[in-house]
T-cell receptor
Framework: NAGVTQTPKFRVLKTGQSMTLLCAQD?????MYWYRQDPGMGLRLIHY???????AKGEVPDGYNVSRLKKQNFLLGLESAAPSQTSVYFC?????????????FGPGTRLTVT | AQKITQTQPGMFVQEKEAVTLDCTYD???????LFWYKQPSSGEMIFLIY??????QNATEGRYSLNFQKARKSANLVISASQLGDSAMYFC???????????FGTGTSLTVIP
């Protein structure tokens, strides 16, 4: 199993450009998440999804959109990139319910907006 | 209010000694889970240990143990017999089971000194 994969691993954008980050998981997990990680800020939740066709806003959703058309994929879109969106983006997935259902993380995407 | 607070930005420990990384949390949900993750310099997030709010005993996983004090809302990670490979960022996280989000602290950078 590949677990959680993210595409691309690195990207440099100019201000105003758009892009889509792809997250894929092969563990049949219901829940998927997008985080951004900035120095000294830990991980902050951008958007999440509790199942195919559903999405919800997290702590820092502004400037991002998401889609979950297939259970295994969760896309994060930046319509008009800004320098403040320079960050490392992590995707994660987990099973629903209570218990030791930890999140499995992808390797991250390092995005720089100039 | 912060859901997860990690007050130690950086910690140093001598190799083979034990170290405690602090974590306090804030929730009114009676059902929740607490997690610790390790992030080495390579960037991936590695799940270490889990404690459920109703678990009577402190969780242990190899050299990792979680000192769970429910009344004080603390979930400190104890690493015994530190190794050089333990040098990394450590994140405490919480999941409230009435919701679907994970909340992360800002992390503690641990350096193991030979």
């Amino acid at each position: 199993n590949a677990g959680v994969t993210q595409t691309p691993k690195f990207r440099v954008l100019k201000t105003g450009q758009s892009m889509t980050l792809l997250c894929a998981q092969d563990m049949n997990h219901e829940y998927m998440y997008w985080y951004r990680q900035d120095p000294g800020m830990g991980l902050r939740l951008i958007h999440y999804s509790v199942g195919e066709g559903t999405t919800a806003k997290g702590e820092v959703p502004d400037g991002y959109n998401v889609s979950r058309l297939k259970k295994q994929n969760f896309l994060l879109g930046l319509e008009s990139a800004a320098p403040s969106q320079t960050s490392v983006y992590f995707c994660a997935s987990s099973r629903p319910g209570q218990g030791t259902y930890e999140q499995y993380f992808g390797p991250g995407t390092r995005l720089t907006v100039t | 209010a912060q859901k997860i607070t990690q007050t130690q930005p950086g910690m140093f420990v001598q190799e083979k000694e034990a170290v405690t990384l602090d974590c306090t949390y804030d929730t009114s949900d009676p059902s929740y889970g607490l997690f610790w993750y390790k992030q080495p310099s390579s960037g991936e997030m590695i799940f270490l240990i889990y404690q459920g709010s109703y678990d009577q005993q402190n969780a242990t996983e190899g050299r990792y143990s979680l000192n769970f004090q429910k009344a004080r809302k603390s979930a400190n990670l104890v690493i015994s017999a530190s190794q050089l490979g333990d040098s990394a960022m450590y994140f405490c996280a919480m999941r409230e089971f009435t919701g679907n989000q994970f909340y992360f602290g800002t992390g503690t950078s641990l350096t193991v000194i030979p």
